[in-house]
Nanobody
Framework: QVHLVESGGGSVQAGGSLRLSCAAS?????MGWFRQTPGKEREGVAA????????FYAERVKGRFTISQDNAKNTLYLQMNSLKPEDTAMYYC?????????????????????WGQGTQVTVSS
């Protein structure tokens, strides 16, 4: 069992930045960030292969968000720049160990075994 604890959410004006953190209690093959707004499905934002450092992004955040990891601290980060009101959502950290190509499955919720409790990000115009 791996426990995930997110932090770093908050309120910011459009164009601003936030950095989310996710402290993990153990190692998994890949980790990712998802987000969800009321009435919508949870969507994949970014993911990282923890061994190789390969990163994957949703088109709508490419060039604005950066996923990274600190292996010494077992912590995952999501640096979010140039935030837009449409980025407003609950952000969830996720970790997975399911076999398969991370590059192909990273944005699927079913690919992840563990989830954090979420941290709210609100971007005002």
């Amino acid at each position: 069992q791996v426990h995930l604890v997110e932090s770093g959410g908050g309120s910011v004006q459009a164009g601003g930045s936030l950095r989310l953190s996710c402290a993990a209690s153990g190692y998994t093959r890949y980790m990712g960030w998802f987000r969800q707004t009321p009435g919508k499905e949870r969507e994949g934002v970014a993911a990282i292969h923890t061994a190789f450092g390969s990163t994957f992004y949703a088109e709508r955040v490419k060039g604005r968000f950066t996923i990274s990891q600190d292996n010494a601290k077992n912590t995952l980060y999501l640096q979010m720049n140039s935030l837009k009101p449409e980025d407003t959502a609950m952000y969830y950290c996720a970790a997975g160990d399911i076999g398969g190509a991370v590059g192909l499955m990273w944005s699927a919720q079913a690919a992840y075994n563990y989830w954090g409790q979420g941290t709210q990000v609100t971007v005002s115009s």
